[in-house]
């Protein structure tokens, strides 16, 4: 069954440093999202990207946080300069048309 | 404002029990609702969606989960627990309007421990 990937699984980082998380989309998908999950939180909405650009983003998702689809399979996010507070796991998700969203097994972010 | 609410942070049953996990929403506007179940260190795993017709949906591994527009609920249920559904279960909605969008909003979680 097709399914969405993510890389790292997990990473640590230095405050202020940049990190980028990737994520391959289910092939056929057109409509991509990032979320996040702060540890013994609910998962919250970050944003959303379809036909190449961003259609909708949180009040999260400043400008300290970027998304880009470089290529035809990966959809990354970066943040440019990671707070303490930006630890959190943080799941990619996709879906087709239909109505069901698809989501990675996500990536650990720990800022340090 | 649209929100969900799953008000026991924890339920617990014993096997071979029936389970009933709770989920209330506020929306404006005809909901889609869906449930997804979150097992430890791993991601989010789709169990089921309400979108029209049958308020009775039935899902993956033995669940099901009832519509009640009247009291905006979404409950998930299944006739007989595992040990194996032990996990967190989240509640989460959208707007069933067209658009590029179409974000879910989560609800708390509920942790569900089964019991040998």
């Known amino acids: 069954e097709p399914e969405v990937t993510q890389t790292p699984s997990h990473q640590v980082t230095q405050m202020g440093q940049e990190v980028i998380l990737r994520c391959v989309p289910i092939?056929?998908?057109?409509?991509f999202y990032w979320y996040r999950q702060i540890l013994g939180q609910k998962v919250e909405f970050l944003v959303s990207?379809?036909?190449?650009?961003?259609?909708?983003k949180s009040e999260i998702f400043d400008d300290q946080f970027s998304v880009e689809r470089p290529d035809g399979s990966n959809f990354t996010l970066k943040i440019r300069s990671t707070k303490l507070e930006d630890s959190a796991m943080y799941f990619c998700?996709?879906?087709?048309?239909?109505?069901?969203?698809?989501f990675g097994e996500g990536s650990w972010l720990t800022v340090v | 404002a649209q929100s969900v609410a799953q008000p026991e942070d924890q339920v617990n049953v014993a096997e071979g029990n029936p389970l009933t996990v709770k989920c209330t929403y506020s929306?404006?506007?005809?909901?889609?609702l869906f449930w997804y179940v979150q097992y430890p260190n791993r991601g989010l795993q789709f169990l089921l969606k309400?979108?029209?017709?049958?308020?009775l949906v039935k899902g993956s591994y033995g669940f099901e989960a009832e519509f009640n527009k009247s009291q905006t609920s979404f409950h998930l249920k299944k006739p007989s627990a595992l040990v194996s559904d032990s996990a967190l279960y989240f509640c989460?909605?959208?707007?069933?309007?067209?658009?590029?969008?179409?974000?879910?909003?989560f609800g708390t979680g509920t942790l569900l421990a089964v019991q040998p």
């Open positions: 998700a996709s879906k087709r048309t239909t109505d069901t969203i698809y």
């Open positions: 092939s056929n998908h057109l409509y």
């Open positions: 990207f379809y036909n190449n650009e961003i259609s909708e």
């Open positions: 929306v404006s506007g005809n909901p889609y």
């Open positions: 309400y979108i029209t017709g049958d308020n």
């Open positions: 989460a909605v959208r707007f069933a309007y067209g658009g590029a969008t179409n974000k879910l909003i």
